[in-house]
């Protein structure tokens, strides 16, 4: 039940445009959330909410650097979230293995290939 959770949060979070956006800015190095602002003319109540989600989610971590808060990546969450798709990834590949050598038995090539 926790593990889904922590999905639900990340890909709530990786759902949201200006969230990737921020996510693409960190992987380039940390920045408080004023630099992360800068750019989006969004207002910094605004950014803070969305850094808050993302460090709700775990995909960000922040810290107190003086008067400013700097973030950076965090990543196990992605990590949980990737073991996940993975997983689903492996196995719709062998579903639909599984349905290509059934058509090719009941079919043959010529047919199923129209």
Known sequence: MVQQEVLNRVFASLADPTRRDILIRLGAGPATISELTAPTGMSLTGMKKHVQALE???????????????????????????????????????????????????????????
């Open 56 to 114: 709700n989610a775990g995909l960000v971590v922040t810290e107190k650097v003086g008067r400013s808060r700097q973030c950076r990546l965090g990543d196990a969450p992605l990590d949980a979230a990737m073991a996940w798709i993975s997983f689903y990834q492996r196995l719709w590949a062998r579903r639909l293995d599984g349905l290509d050598a059934y058509l090719t038995l009941h079919t043959g090539p010529k047919e199923r290939d129209r």
